[in-house]
């Protein structure tokens, strides 16, 4: 998917201030940024919910301008899920798929509940799912009908922090076993590390940088970027004791981005970067 100097404005006020953005075919690229700065915006006018005051958007090098919004192929994903609550766990999934041959369409919805890890939730109602669940459905639901672009605005934000981290690692793993392309909306940083293959920073309506989760942690920049960021300096360290728990030394001079006074006693925050089984060694940033 290709956005090419996407704008989007509001009578005089620019939501969306020319943007750039290129996704490979089954990259997850996270749209990063605080509330206002035009992330959801963008979402919806790739969508075509939103129309565009200057600009294109392409989906496999077709334009999408003057296509309506069912005939993109683009899945979307919302923070609430929006469930169909008089429809079963396996008719919500099967919505998108009505005109199909019912084995094929009972075929489809089995495959998706064993992807995102509901396999025999088929025949339950919506009712009795949890909020992680219902998520989980409804990423199901969207993935059904195949679609060239997945779609995921704030997907985890309504759950609490605990069930958000756990599923922000489950949900990359979904989405690179479906394959599908994705743009994904967070103002987390930790969900935005751990789903994306590269997270583009926007403030303000602009795109201010795009970069992999490992290369903002490692340089966040200075300004905005490192304020927003907030990122916490990476110390090298080796492992020289390993069993239910490892013992490590680290021996460096460490770069912190205030202002100390010299012999002030001070501690360091380490959090640690693991690599991820689904990277290669030099693309690893999963933070724990």
């Known amino acids: 998917m290709r956005l090419n100097n996407v704008t989007v404005r509001y009578g005089e006020l620019t939501a969306v201030d020319a943007v750039d953005l290129t996704l490979a075919d089954g990259e997850i690229l996270a749209l990063l940024g605080p509330s206002g700065c035009g992330k959801s915006t963008l979402l919806r006018a790739v969508a075509g919910l939103v129309p565009l005051d200057e600009g294109d958007i392409e989906i496999d090098g077709r334009s999408l301008a003057g296509v309506p919004v069912h005939k993109r192929q683009i899945g979307l994903v919302f923070q609430d899920g929006q469930l169909f609550e008089?429809?079963?766990?396996?008719?919500?999934?099967?919505?998108?798929?009505?005109?199909?041959?019912?084995?094929?369409?009972?075929?489809?919805?089995?495959?998706?509940?064993?992807?995102?890890?509901?396999?025999?939730?088929?025949?339950?109602?919506?009712?009795?799912?949890?909020g992680g669940q219902a998520q989980r459905v409804a990423l199901a639901r969207s993935l059904a009908p195949s679609p060239a672009v997945l779609l995921l605005d704030?997907?985890?934000?309504?759950?609490?922090?605990?069930?958000?981290?756990?599923?922000s690692t489950e949900l990359r793993q979904i989405l690179k076993r479906a394959g599908v392309t994705s743009l994904y909306v967070t103002h987390d940083h930790d969900e935005a590390f751990a789903v994306a293959d590269r997270v583009a920073l926007m403030n303000e309506g602009q795109i201010v940088r795009v970069a992999t989760p490992h290369e903002l942690l490692a340089h966040p920049g200075e300004g905005w970027a490192g304020e927003f960021l907030d990122a916490d300096p990476i110390v090298p360290a080796t492992v020289i004791d390993s069993g239910a728990s490892s013992r490590l030394t680290i021996d460096t001079e460490v770069t912190v981005p205030e202002r100390l006074a010299a012999g002030e006693q001070v501690e360091l925050r380490v959090r640690l970067l693991k690599e991820r089984a689904d990277e290669r060694p030099s693309d690893a940033h999963e933070r724990l």
């Open 86 to 130: 008089h429809r079963t766990v396996a008719g919500n999934i099967a919505y998108g798929l009505a005109g199909r041959p019912r084995a094929e369409v009972a075929g489809l919805v089995d495959e998706l509940l064993n992807l995102v890890g509901l396999a025999g939730y088929g025949d339950r109602p919506t009712s009795t799912l949890s």
């Open 154 to 167: 704030e997907p985890l934000s309504a759950l609490d922090r605990a069930l958000r981290e756990h599923l």
